[in-house]
Nanobody
Framework: QVQLVESGGGLVQAGGSLRLSCAAS????????MGWYRQAPGKQRVMVAT???????SHADSVKGRFTISRDNAKNMVYLQMNSLKPEDTAVYYCKITARPMGVLTPVADYWGKGTLVTVSS
């Protein structure tokens, strides 16, 4: 079993900062890509930022220059530093990893956390 737990969400004023964390635990053999996604009320879930196992990153145009994704492979953690937050960043933020669990011939799969709410007030 692979579990993901996000933390760091909350209420912040526009222009403020938050740092989201996601801890992966369980019977994990290897983690490949890690990423953050968000879903605003009434909208579809969209990619915010992703990072590969070798540290290559990709950020959505809407957050470039404001958000930064990073990871700690030794701790199986992924982070999202969010600066200059805007009301339109309000959403539930989800962590996703692509990983291979322990076990013979277990397939690589995507795993999601339950999300953490970020609310940015104007």
């Amino acid at each position: 079993q692979v579990q993901l737990v996000e933390s760091g969400g909350g209420l912040v004023q526009a222009g403020g900062s938050l740092r989201l964390s996601c801890a992966a635990s369980g019977s994990i053999f290897s983690i490949y890509a890690m990423g953050w996604y968000r879903q605003a009320p009434g909208k579809q879930r969209v990619m915010v930022a992703t990072i590969t196992s070798d540290g290559s990153t990709s950020h959505a145009d809407s957050v470039k220059g404001r958000f930064t994704i990073s990871r700690d492979n030794a701790k199986n953690m992924v982070y999202l530093q969010m600066n200059s937050l805007k009301p339109e960043d309000t959403a539930v933020y989800y962590c996703k990893i692509t990983a291979r669990p322990m076990g013979v011939l277990t397939p690589v799969a995507d795993y999601w956390g339950k999300g953490t709410l970020v609310t940015v007030s104007s």
